[in-house]
Structures are given as C-alpha cells and as structure tokens.
C-alpha cells in the first residue's frame, strides 16, 4: 500500500441559489439528484436560527478533487440547461 492520505484541515461548502430558476421553486437538491445524478443537500435543511429562507438553495461540499468537481459542475449546468 502506498503513503496514507492527510487527514482534511477543514470543510468545503458552497451555497448554490436556484432562484428563479426552473428547480428553485423547492428542494433544488432532490431536483438535482433525479437530473443530473449528483447528491447536494437541501438548503432547507440548514435554515434553522437563521432569518434567510434557504429553500431554493443547495449545499455543495466539494472536499474532492478537481475532477469530480468539474463532473458535478457539468451534471448540473446541463440539468439547468
């Protein structure tokens, strides 16, 4: 077996506003998972003590490679298109 991989120094969120847009009426991530066959989580699941209404968000950890980024990003530009 080769070197064992570093532990992570921290997390890597990006918040995705589907407003306006053909899946931010609601639960853009379930959207998302049926199109274009990648698993965000629910913006609206992350609302709790906060005055903003997440639920035309996704939350996107992309604590991966450059690659598999790349292939999610692509999955869902073209879901959107």
Same mark, same amino acid.
């Given at each position: 077996m080769?070197r064992?991989?570093?532990?992570? @120094?921290?997390?890597?969120?990006?918040?995705?506003?589907? #407003? !306006?847009?053909?899946? !931010?009426?609601?639960?853009? $991530? !379930?959207?998302?998972? /049926?199109?274009? /066959?990648?698993?965000?989580?629910? !913006? =609206?699941? *992350?609302? @709790?003590?906060?005055?903003?209404d997440?639920?035309?968000?996704a939350?996107?950890? *992309?604590? #991966?490679?450059t690659?598999?980024? @790349? /292939?999610?990003?692509? /999955?869902?530009?073209? =879901?959107? $298109?």
């Amino acid at each position: 077996m080769g070197r064992p991989l570093p532990l992570p @120094q921290g997390t890597y969120l990006s918040w995705l506003d589907f #407003t !306006g847009s053909p899946i !931010g009426a609601a639960a853009p $991530a !379930g959207s998302l998972e /049926r199109l274009a /066959r990648v698993k965000l989580s629910d !913006g =609206a699941e *992350f609302s @709790q003590h906060t005055p903003i209404d997440t639920a035309a968000f996704a939350r996107l950890n *992309f604590a #991966t490679s450059t690659s598999n980024l @790349q /292939r999610i990003l692509d /999955r869902v530009s073209a =879901a959107l $298109a």
